[in-house]
């Protein structure tokens, strides 16, 4: 297969001053530490769910890999060219083929266009169709295979419910036909009836347009879903990842054993539940261990003072945690 992106030690830190704390401490100013250290890869055609907590870092991820935010360190490797520290015109030729449907789609949407401008906007600018007639042609198929009605395109978002409105946040993001789809919590905003259209559209989407796809969510059983493999989040680093069925059968890392125990089954008798007790750090202070110690119901003295490296729990499942070196598992600095 086909690497299309691959993200190595990406650092996103956000730089506050002059806040009231800062006066108070008399300090010159705070840093959230918001993403730190993700590595990661995506293969052509397939979906890579990540999931975690709210305020681990999952959006901040998508928004550094669109460069909405500018990395703090590491790289961003996209189609074979490193788009790390890339200038504003040749963004504009990436964010072609790598685009986002955004968590809320009653924000994401310009109230004062219509439908049919919106989605005309985003085809002039990257030069999509040759004329108007073209142009309207592409919009009456893009809606319908969004599955609205080409009538809705002199409409305005007002019109529109939420899952509609989210339909046409899709539509457009595949007008420019991407190889890269990143979707931000795209149905937590929506009624449970409706997540599953939208989440069987994005399926059909994928496969038509041969998308690649990121699918952020905090919600377990969306994730596992559509995925193919799945990345764990915690206080802004990736805890663990592998395939779907190693992360949802096979969990080695604490923190995703502690996600999935509280996730309802009916495959069998339920679970009992792994409490997590105490508070997660603080994201505005570097820690020199594992980032979940303050949580771990299996931590060591080991885990207070150093970070643990990533260990291969199989041939794509990889776990950073310092119990891996117990159980055998060889590390792994790739």
């Not at 073209?134 to 419910?161: M, W």
Request: one cysteine or more; aromatic letters at 8%; charged letters at 25%.
């Amino acid at each position: 297969m086909t690497t299309i992106l691959r993200v190595e030690s990406l650092r996103k830190e956000f730089r506050k001053t002059g806040g009231l704390l800062d006066k108070w401490f008399k300090r010159s100013g705070t840093v959230l530490y918001a993403v730190d250290g993700v590595t990661f890869s995506l293969e052509a055609g397939e979906t890579l769910g990540l999931v975690g907590e709210s305020g681990c870092g999952k959006s901040t991820v998508s928004r550094t890999l669109m460069r909405l935010y500018e990395p703090t360190d590491g790289t961003i490797t996209f189609l074979g060219q490193d788009i790390t520290s890339s200038d504003e015109k040749s963004l504009r030729k990436v964010r072609k083929y790598m685009q986002m449907v955004f968590q809320d789609p009653y924000s994401s949407l310009n109230p004062r266009m219509t439908v049919r401008e919106m989605l005309a906007e985003t085809i002039r600018f990257h030069q999509i169709c040759s004329n108007e007639q073209e142009q309207n042609e592409y919009i009456d198929f893009l809606l319908e295979r969004v599955g609205l009605h080409t009538k809705d395109a002199d409409k305005y978002p007002k019109a529109f419910s939420g899952g509609q409105r989210q339909r046409i946040g899709i539509a457009r993001a595949i007008a420019v036909k991407p190889k890269l789809l990143i979707a931000d919590e795209p149905v937590s905003a929506l009624d449970v009836s409706v997540q599953a259209h939208i989440l069987n559209l994005l399926e059909d989407l994928k496969k038509e347009f041969a998308l690649s796809l990121i699918f952020i969510s905090h919600d377990l059983s969306v994730v596992k879903y559509i995925s193919d493999r799945v990345a764990v989040m915690y206080l802004g680093r990736i805890v663990e990842i592998g395939t779907t069925a190693e992360i949802f059968q096979q969990p080695a890392h604490p923190y995703t054993q502690a996600l999935l125990s509280a996730v309802p089954r009916l495959d069998q008798v339920r679970q009992e539940t792994i409490g997590l007790a105490g508070d997660p750090p603080s994201p505005y202070m570097q820690h020199a261990g594992c980032p979940f110690v303050t949580r771990c119901p299996k931590r060591m003295q080991l885990c207070e003072t150093e970070s643990p490296p990533v260990y291969e729990a199989g041939e794509t499942h990889r776990v950073s945690c310092h119990l891996m070196a117990d159980e055998g598992y060889r590390p792994s600095f790739s």
